[in-house]
């Protein structure tokens, strides 16, 4: 049994029209004589309307009924894609995830999957079905509904790629695959047609809207291979694959930019062994995210200045924290709102000396300052100010030749 999985995004299934589209797409793999397991996420804009319908009820709604509440835009979305199958002539039908069953740890909001059991899948693909499953959710061990972060979707993808042995993975979006930039901040933005894990996991994590870096992490941990292309054109898309199975590549594959970045300093802090940790577990064990770290020791090693970038959204609570922290003590808080994260991402650069060089002096021939440095096995990062991003994504883009 040859199984392809599809994933069809939010938009992809965001109107009528659209699900109509997506119902003929799948059709076009059925005639292949594929085995399907079709995953959906919810239209486009029903997970965010329903979000804020439980804001309004109440500001500490219940994760368990927001799991039931936001779970219901993928259902009526397989329902909606399962009935245009039926139109067409095909046998279809929606499964939830309870239903299959997709089991998941107890953990509202942010569940994982553990296990999908297969035998009423198989069954029923056996029996020339089309199962269109429900992504981003699941059920534990309680049998109460459960969902998979926001992306979860493709995490559903994977995963049933993974325990049903896929020959394929293929996430459907609303853009042609991944690009080696943004190419609404640079229109020379040129389509990734292979990219690793590794480095399409650094470029999620750095901003790329693609995929969530979750769902990066579960395909590369179960080698699966995934192709992401558009619902809209017939086009070739980027495939994500292992490192081995690139070669003539590039030394950069790409280009990331964050765009909800704070930079924060604490001036005069007193310096002694631990001091770090005692700022950082406080931030940490409130899920503060803290990134870039800097440290510079003062002339007579008594007092050190500490900056870190976080979320801007964190900013506030970031500053309540560290003030309340009778741990430390140090002269000033400075924060800046407007900054931005710029990387560059390959692991060509692992065996390619000069790389460091040449980011840092195409940023200078364009008097970009650096305020910030931090690096990976396969990707170099700087801080600078907002105002510059487009101006050192292009002058990154075409010092590593990635328009050619």
Known sequence: MKIVVLKFGGTSVGT???????????????????????????????????????????????????DVLVSSGEQAACALI??????????SRSWMGWQVPIITNNKHKY???????????????KSGGIPIVAGFQGVNSEGRVTTIERGGSDATAIMLAKFFNAKRCIIYTDVEGVYTTDPKKL????????????????????GS?????????????????????????????????KRKNIINRNIITGISSTANDAKVTLVGVKDKPGIAASIFKPLSESSINVDMVVQNISANGKETDLTFTIKKDDLNKTRKITNS??????????????????SIIGVG?????????????????????I??????????SVLISKKNVSKAIAALHKEFKLEV
């Not at 399962?82 to 046998?91: D, F, M, Q, S």
């Not at 229109?187 to 750095?206: D, F, N, P």
């Open 325 to 342: 922290n009778k741990k430390i003590n140090f002269k000033k808080f400075l924060f800046d709102k407007n900054v931005s994260k710029v």
């Open 209 to 241: 809207k693609v995929m969530q870096p979750v769902s990066i992490q579960d395909a590369r941990l179960s080698r699966i291979d995934i192709e992401v292309k558009s619902s809209f054109k017939n086009k070739p898309g980027t495939l994500i694959t």
């Open 16 to 66: 009528i029209d659209r699900i109509k589209k997506v119902a003929n797409l799948i059709s076009n793999y059925a005639k292949k004589n594929y085995s399907l397991i079709v995953v959906s996420s919810a239209m486009s804009g029903v997970t965010n309307d329903l979000e804020n319908k439980s804001k309004n009820i109440s500001k500490n709604f219940s994760n368990a009924e927001y």
């Open 82 to 91: 399962a009935g245009r199958l039926i139109h067409n002539g095909y046998k």
């Open 371 to 380: 305020q910030v440095i931090s690096t990976s096995e396969i990707k170099i």
């Open 349 to 369: 650069m692992i065996t390619t000396p000069g790389v460091t060089y040449r980011m840092f002096q195409a940023l200078a021939k364009h008097k970009i300052n």
């Open 111 to 125: 569940a994982k999957i553990n296990q999908i059991y297969k035998s009423k899948i198989i069954k029923y693909l």
């Open 187 to 206: 229109q020379k933005a040129k389509k990734i047609r292979v990219i690793s894990y590794e480095e399409m996991l650094e470029m999620a994590s750095l």
